[in-house]
């Protein structure tokens, strides 16, 4: 089912959490709505829910109205993120629970619940714990449970509120790469709110950054990265170094490095986003934007070696370059290179 | 520290022991005279179904004002929220002169309910609407501090799996509310058993008909009947004490769920 | 690795204002059942207190109230109300103190102790100060013979009040001394402060709002003693009445708007209270607003 986004506000008091916004997801994609908290991405996931309406705009299924739709109409399965698994049923309970409260015609016999139920265990997983309690899971676990729970409904939309925010990194790593793969399984659209970058790029076929109650950008992974529509994307997705520049003769010539904070979007002045594994050492100044830095800090444990480095000014540049390269070049602490870009981005 | 507890047994445990002293010295011949006395029976049978029925009433009602008071907003909830605790803060003879004159025949209600044929004061339904007074904040206030704690997501979670209201109340947020639920209902009907002032001007204290425990106990010491006394209250003690266990360790087992820890 | 702007976190309010829309045909059926019933069991009472004893005029209530045996039931009760609620503020920070603390043998027995007076009828309570102190009672000859009335007079009512009323404060205390946690006491002792120290500046400041609670209730339920007091005092008219003994013989003697009228100042009293208790935790929930709550939606 394809869900479309209309020009939809939302206010709450004098907060405004929505601006105006325009979506369209298409039917059977895995779409990340990616932002920092307070840009509106879980309000939305909440209007498309029907658990929240929105004060002006449309929310449209498959081509159909259904913005004042309760959300028990929608056939949406919503999956939040500290799971809110119901305490007092085992986890059989939980995941029959959709079933079991659908009217007496539409109602499962009970054998066909039981099957249904045991199936999505198995897909899950968790086969053998049908009568375990939530108090006795781990996060990851209920979390499983939880994502069972809004498939045994087969809603035609799937939507996820960080769903991993509060498990541990590996389990996290682990989820997200499951999450992929049963998506890829059971095609059914789906929606799913982060803040963490690294797992939007990973898992979503689209990413829709948000920002202060609006759409930023959209497109595909590796769309948004390799061509950020503005700062805001760029620095949301990944660290950078950031530099004063100046633009001659169409070229851009960086200058003195800045700061994060200094460099507030303002738009007037140039400024250089460079990847730090985009940045080159080299021993001598190969082009106009090379400049000395002084070594200060040697991290080779990783796929890359991160290279930290210090300007004539005072100010720190981050550089990650390969294996091959370090060994090549054999950067020493305390010592004079050359630093500069090979590909930047100037806004 | 040392201090404390020689306050406390001074000023609880001694007197306690009081009433077995003086029960015993009816000897058990003279004991069970005095315990099972049709008034006395008679007497803790009003006074057991009036607590019960008064801890019903405020079962249902209290769960709906507390309901209402945490989920809902309205014109005065702040008002009616606070008024909750008046039964606690009011004093017991207060309590009983207003609800007797309120459902007397010529009261504001009593004169009411008489033109269809209802006597409430002077009657076991009297003493039934003075207990539920006094009983009125403990469901409800055992119980409001739970629901506002309930997630909330919760309840989301049930509706967008299509429940209902009713179905989420009953498979969702019931069992959460159930131990606190009881809770109140038992400390309401505790509370009920040993009222005294609310309830001797409303019940008429005809013995055999409307006479409570308490009162018995208040007249047999007026006559000086100390041992009958002692012996009364100490057989309703136990009474209620069985009682309240029943009931505590029927909580304890439904608190024993894993689910509910 | 992450570069994740930081902007700030802004509490989303009404977050869920969705859930809470239980439909009209709910609400507004529930709303009036709720309503009706506090109205009919409370507002009714409270208000019917004041018309009663205004029913023959402003100048027959003001009367009533300053009759000597009226204003001598009032003296009593603010005297055993002035001696009940300190004793009780005092051993009741101590009992509370002693258990929140503290694991010691017993610990479990106080606990139960402390509730006895709440769980036991109030008459029952009573007769036990007369089984010890009576006539007949375990003291009685000793008292007699010392010329010491303590049942049938003032310090009977007194001993009665305190014992019925001991576990306001202490079961105030408890929860509060718990929640707050042993740590500065801890603290301060580590500094160098005396137990006394602590306690005064340390401990007692902390559950401020607790204690206040847990007198105004106390106070609230000394004043309005009756069961207990009924049975001790024997009812001697100007000596061992009580504000509520007085409403009593009054309404007994059918003079029912002069036994409101005296029920008015109790229940003014009670009002008072309400209000003060309102007020105690609007100012401990400022107290600990300064942990970040998520803010609980606003049910329309």
């Not at chain 1, 015609?105 to 099957?115: C, G, L, N, Q, V």
């Not at chain 1, 963490?196 to 109650?213: C, K």
């Not at chain 1, 994307?233 to 700061?259: C, K, M, W």
């Not at chain 2, 000086?224 to 136990?238: N, P, Q, R, V």
Request: glycine residues 8%.
């Amino acid at each position: 089912m394809s869900i479309e986004i209309r020009n939809v506000s939302k206010s709450f008091g004098q907060f405004q959490a929505l601006k105006d916004i325009s979506l369209v997801v298409p039917a059977g994609e895995l779409v990340a709505l990616l932002g920092p908290s307070g840009s509106g991405k879980t309000t939305l996931l909440r209007m498309i829910a029907g658990l929240d309406f929105p004060d002006t705009g449309s929310v449209i299924f498959d081509g159909q109205e259904g913005t004042r739709r309760e959300a028990r109409d929608r056939g949406v399965g919503f999956v939040f993120q500290h799971y809110s698994l119901f305490r007092h049923m085992t986890v059989f309970d939980n995941v029959a629970f959709g079933l079991t409260v659908k009217p007496r015609k539409s109602r499962p016999s009970k054998e066909a619940i039981t099957k249904k139920v045991h199936e999505l265990l198995q897909l899950i997983q968790l086969e053998g714990l049908a009568n375990r309690y939530p108090s006795q899971l781990s996060g990851g676990q209920r979390q499983r449970v939880a994502l069972a729970r809004a498939l045994a409904v087969e809603p035609n939309v799937l939507l996820l509120d960080e769903p991993f925010g509060a498990l541990d990194a590996k389990v996290r790593q682990e989820l997200r790469t499951w999450l992929r793969r049963l998506h890829d399984e059971i095609h059914v659209t789906s929606v799913f709110v982060t803040h963490d970058q690294e797992e939007a790029l990973e898992v979503a076929d689209r990413i829709v950054l948000m920002n202060e109650g609006r759409v930023v950008q959209e497109g595909p992974p590796e769309q948004v990265y390799h061509e950020p529509a503005n700062a805001f994307v760029y620095h949301f997705l990944g660290s950078l170094n950031l530099f004063h520049a100046r633009i001659e003769d169409g070229q851009a010539i960086i200058g003195e490095p800045a700061t994060v904070s200094s460099a507030a979007p303002n738009g007037d002045t140039p400024m250089a986003y460079v990847r730090p594994h985009l940045m080159d050492i080299e021993r001598f100044p190969k082009s106009r934007n090379h400049f000395p830095g002084r070594v200060v800090r040697i991290n080779a444990a990783g796929p890359l070696v991160k290279v930290e480095l210090v300007t004539e000014r005072g100010q720190t540049v981050q550089v990650e370059i390969s294996h091959e390269r370090y060994r090549e070049l054999q950067p020493a602490k305390n010592e004079m290179v050359f630093v500069g870009p090979r590909e930047m981005r100037v806004f | 520290m040392g201090w404390t507890i020689f306050y406390l047994c001074l000023i609880i445990l001694i007197p306690l022991s009081m009433i077995l002293v003086k029960s015993a010295s009816l000897g058990w011949l003279g004991f069970w005279r005095a315990v099972a006395a049709p008034r006395a029976l008679a007497a803790y049978r009003i006074s057991l179904e009036a607590s019960f029925i008064a801890a019903l009433i405020n079962a249902v009602f209290g769960l709906i004002v507390a309901w209402v008071l945490v989920r809902y907003r309205f014109p005065g909830r702040r008002i009616f929220d606070g008024l909750v605790d008046l039964p606690f803060a009011l004093p017991t003879a207060v309590a009983g002169i207003v609800l007797t004159t309120m459902y007397s025949e010529h009261g504001w209600i009593g004169s009411r309910l008489a033109a269809v044929g209802i006597k409430v004061a002077y009657t076991p339904l009297g003493i039934v609407v003075a207990l539920t007074f006094i009983g009125l904040p403990f469901v409800v206030r055992t119980v409001q501090p739970v629901l506002q704690e309930i997630d909330v997501e919760v309840e989301e979670a049930a509706r967008s799996l299509g429940a209902g209201l009713w179905q989420t109340f009953r498979r969702v947020l019931l069992p959460e509310l159930l131990p606190a639920w009881l809770t109140g209902i038992t400390m309401a009907f505790a509370r009920a058993l040993g009222e005294y002032g609310s309830v001797v001007f409303i019940a008429g204290n005809m013995p055999m008909r409307t006479e409570i425990t308490p009162l018995l106990v208040m007249i047999k010491l007026d006559q000086f009947d100390y041992a009958g006394a002692s012996a009364i209250a100490l057989a309703f003690l136990l009474i209620s004490f069985a009682l309240l266990l029943a009931i505590n360790a029927m909580q304890r087992r439904l608190g024993a769920l894993p689910a509910l820890r | 690795m992450a570069g994740t702007a930081s902007i700030p976190l802004r509490n989303v309010p009404g977050a869920s204002l969705g859930v809470r829309r239980d439909p009209r045909s709910v609400r507004w059926p529930l709303i009036v059942i709720c309503v009706g019933f506090l109205a009919l069991f409370l507002l009714l009472p409270l208000v019917a207190v004041f018309a009663n004893a205004l029913s023959s005029g402003v100048a027959a209530y003001l009367r009533a109230l300053t009759d000597p045996e009226a204003l001598s039931a009032i003296r009593l009760t603010l005297l055993t109300a002035g001696i009940a609620v300190p004793a009780n503020l005092v051993f009741g920070v101590a009992a509370a103190w002693a258990i929140a603390r503290f694991d010691f043998t017993g610990k479990r027995l106080l606990i139960t102790l402390i509730d006895v007076p709440f769980s036991i009828s109030p008459v029952i309570s009573g007769m036990v100060f007369v089984l010890l102190f009576g006539a007949q009672g375990l003291f009685g000859k000793w008292l007699m013979a010392h010329n010491l009335r303590i049942v049938f007079a003032v310090p009977g009512l007194i001993l009665a009040t305190i014992f019925v009323t001991f576990p306001y404060i202490a079961r105030e205390l408890i929860p509060a001394l718990q929640a707050v946690g042993s740590e500065e006491e801890e603290a301060a002792l580590a500094l160098g402060a005396s137990g006394w120290k602590m306690l005064w500046r340390i401990t007692l400041p902390n559950i401020k709002w607790s204690i206040l609670y847990g007198v105004i209730l106390c106070n609230a339920r000394a004043m309005g003693e009756f069961g207990a007091v009924s049975v001790v005092s024997g009812h001697i008219r100007g000596l061992t009445n009580t504000m509520p003994l007085y409403i009593e013989i009054l309404y007994n003697d059918y003079q029912l708007p002069a036994a409101f009228a005296v029920a008015s100042l109790l229940t003014l009293l009670a009002v008072v209270t309400l209000i003060a208790k309102s007020i105690v935790e609007w100012k401990f929930e400022e107290d600990t607003a300064s942990v970040i709550a998520v803010s609980k939606p606003d049910p329309s």
